[in-house]
């Protein structure tokens, strides 16, 4: 019995443990089982992308404080986040990337930009 390619079932030449005709043959398989995978990601990239673009829009100069109807009205996702900074005196900072954000009682929200130095 010859063996087939696992993508079009074309009769397959060479070593006995090849799978696939050709390389488009491999990455059109490989691509098809990852697609649900990828479509995922691409989407929560999405999210904190534009959720980063939104907080460095109100943050121009490193510290801003706003109103949490602002970002909501603007689109910004609170379920989606980077990273947790937590201070020494137990404050938490939502990070997306670079921008991060902590939330007051009065629904002020305190933006700010990380700067890391190499």
Same mark, same amino acid.
């Given at each position: ?15 006995? +443990?090849?799978? @696939?005709?050709? *390389?488009?043959?491999? !990455?059109? %398989? ?42 909501? +009205?603007?689109? @910004?996702?609170? *379920?989606?986040?980077? !990273?947790? %900074? ?33």
């Amino acid at each position: 019995m010859a063996n087939t390619c696992l993508e079009c079932g074309e009769s397959l030449i060479g070593r006995s +443990d090849k799978k @696939f005709c050709s *390389d488009q043959c491999r !990455n059109t %398989y490989n691509n098809r089982l990852r697609k649900d995978l990828n479509n995922t990601m691409r989407n929560i990239n999405n999210i904190l992308r534009k959720n980063r673009r939104i907080l460095n829009k109100y943050n121009p100069h490193g510290m801003a404080k706003v109103q949490k109807k602002l970002l909501l +009205d603007a689109g @910004f996702d609170f *379920d989606y986040m980077t !990273n947790v %900074y937590e201070t020494q005196k137990g404050h938490r900072y939502i990070f997306c990337y670079d921008q991060g954000y902590i939330e007051s009682d009065n629904d002020v929200i305190t933006i700010v930009e990380r700067k890391e130095y190499v």
